[in-house]
Structures are given as C-alpha cells and as structure tokens.
C-alpha cells in the first residue's frame, strides 16, 4: 500500500507510542531567600538534588545549591553567561587583578557590572567607555543583575582559587540543570519539511510518553534521501521511521 507523507507520519506517531519508555520526572523552581549561617550554607551546599549526579565537584555544589534555594533557572541563565565571558581576555585580567589584590568583594562587583553592560545596547556601552565607575554603575543600574547565589559562588570561587574553571563547572552544571528541568532534545530529520500540524501530532506522542511536565526542546532538518517518514533523536535515543530504512531492509534480503 501507497501512503502519502501525511498518512506516514500519522503511521508512524502510532508506532512511536510502542517504542517509547518514560523519562524520570522533574520539576520548575524559582527563588528563596538566601541562606544566612554557614550551616545552612553547608547544608544548602551539600543536601543532593534529585535525580542528578554532575561530574564536576563544583558543578554540583552549584546545583545542590540552586535547587535548595529554588533558583535553578536563574543560576543557570546567569552560568550560560559566565561560561562565555570566561573566555574573554577582559574576564582574565579581572581575575587576576582580583587574585593579586585580594579584593574578592571588587571583583565580584565587576563581574555583576559586566553582566548588566552585556544587556545593554553598543550605543549605550560607546557613551560610558570614558565614563567613571559611578557613573556606569547608576547607567546600568536598570538591568538585571546576576542572582545572589551566583555572586556568592564567584566570591567563594575566587577565594578558593578556582575561578577559571567557571567554563568546566557551567558546562557540568548545564547538563545537570536541563536534565533536573526536565527538558528534553527532539531532533526530527523528515523527508520534506513538516507542517504544523505534523510537528503538533508527534510532539504530542512524544510528550505523553516521556511524561507530560517534560519540556520538547525541536529541532527540525530535512534530508530528501529518506524518502517518507523521519528520524528521531529524542535525548540520547535514537529512533528510525524513515521509507529509506524500511527499503534498505528489504534490498539486504534479496
């Protein structure tokens, strides 16, 4: 029997809720307050997030900390610009000029000044490239800063004198807060590029069977040398749909 690729998709959306197993579940978290005894950063530090297990040692002391204070998505939104702006010459010299001084609550604010700087516009930043610190400061006072815990692990790793490792540690703790957050890679390779209504029907099988709080993170490409169908990378997982499989099947018996 002949099918149209609409007709294959619907196929194979029913085939992929037999292949399917479930994903753990997780959860959203926002912030509280921060600790304010060393035993409750101890305790804040140490006491393990569910169903994570990061590589790095200070990866995991972030995340055990993000997730006990309920600032998961911000530590990880302010980490994804640490790892980049530790690569940046500027960031080093800070570093060391904070190293050589040992002026921890400086460099900590500097590092809460280049974060604000990195959201505003180039305009902006060419009219307070001459300006005093002060000056920049109340300038920029109307971004967003980065989160309280954030700056107290810069702080802490300055101090234990693993600061460059910043790119290493928002690496580890990349991996540990997508998977704490439940979110989960699609990429679909199809024949011909999808519809809406195509990508709406498979997002949907693919949702009910890694569990409903996941969050589908899509990514589409097209290769015509399929033929029909798709293939499907779901996380680490890998799944083939596709005609070209299917006749290539068929071509190895004969």
Same mark, same amino acid.
């Given at each position: 029997?002949?099918?149209?690729?609409?007709?294959?998709?619907?196929?194979?959306?029913?085939?992929?809720?037999?292949?399917?197993?479930?994903?753990?579940?997780?959860?959203?978290?926002?912030?509280?307050?921060?600790?304010?005894?060393?035993?409750?950063?101890?305790?804040?530090?140490?006491?393990?997030?569910?169903? @994570?297990?990061?590589? !790095?040692? $200070?990866?995991?002391?972030?995340? !055990?900390?993000? $997730? !006990?204070?309920?600032?998961?998505?911000?530590?990880?939104?302010?980490?994804? $610009? =640490?790892?980049?702006?530790?690569?940046?010459?500027?960031?080093?010299?800070?570093?060391?000029?904070?190293?050589?001084?040992?002026?921890?609550?400086?460099? @900590?604010?500097?590092?809460?000044?280049? $974060?604000?700087?990195?959201?505003?516009?180039?305009?902006?930043?060419?009219?307070?490239?001459?300006?005093?610190?002060?000056?920049? +400061?109340?300038?920029?006072?109307?971004?967003?800063?980065?989160?309280?815990?954030?700056?107290? *692990?810069?702080?802490?790793?300055?101090? #234990?004198?693993?600061?460059?490792?910043?790119?290493?540690?928002?690496?580890?703790?990349?991996?540990?807060?997508?998977?704490?957050?439940? #979110?989960?890679? @699609?990429?679909?390779?199809?024949?011909?590029?999808?519809?809406?209504?195509?990508?709406?029907?498979? *997002?949907?099988?693919?949702?009910? !069977?890694?569990?409903?709080?996941?969050?589908?993170?899509?990514?589409?490409? /097209?290769?015509?040398?399929?033929?029909?169908?798709?293939?499907?990378?779901?996380?680490?997982?890998?799944?083939?749909?596709?005609?070209?499989?299917? =006749?290539?099947? +068929?071509?190895? /018996?004969?």
């Amino acid at each position: 029997q002949i099918y149209s690729e609409k007709d294959v998709c619907g196929v194979h959306c029913l085939m992929l809720r037999r292949i399917f197993d479930r994903f753990p579940r997780g959860v959203r978290s926002f912030a509280k307050a921060m600790p304010k005894t060393d035993d409750a950063w101890a305790k804040a530090l140490t006491s393990p997030a569910p169903g @994570v297990s990061p590589r !790095n040692k $200070y990866a995991g002391l972030v995340m !055990n900390a993000a $997730y !006990n204070l309920d600032c998961v998505v911000p530590v990880r939104e302010d980490f994804k $610009y =640490l790892s980049a702006a530790f690569l940046d010459v500027k960031t080093i010299d800070a570093v060391q000029d904070a190293a050589s001084t040992g002026a921890t609550s400086d460099f @900590v604010d500097d590092m809460d000044i280049m $974060y604000k700087a990195s959201q505003a516009s180039p305009a902006e930043i060419e009219k307070l490239d001459k300006a005093d610190k002060a000056t920049v +400061v109340k300038a920029l006072g109307k971004y967003k800063s980065l989160s309280p815990l954030t700056l107290h *692990l810069l702080g802490s790793f300055l101090d #234990e004198g693993i600061i460059e490792q910043i790119p290493e540690i928002a690496e580890d703790f990349e991996e540990s807060a997508a998977k704490f957050l439940k #979110e989960v890679k @699609v990429e679909v390779t199809s024949a011909a590029p999808l519809s809406d209504r195509q990508k709406a029907q498979l *997002l949907s099988v693919v949702s009910k !069977n890694v569990g409903s709080d996941a969050s589908l993170l899509l990514t589409e490409k /097209t290769d015509p040398s399929l033929i029909a169908g798709f293939k499907l990378m779901i996380g680490d997982r890998y799944i083939d749909l596709s005609a070209k499989k299917s =006749l290539d099947g +068929v071509m190895d /018996t004969l």
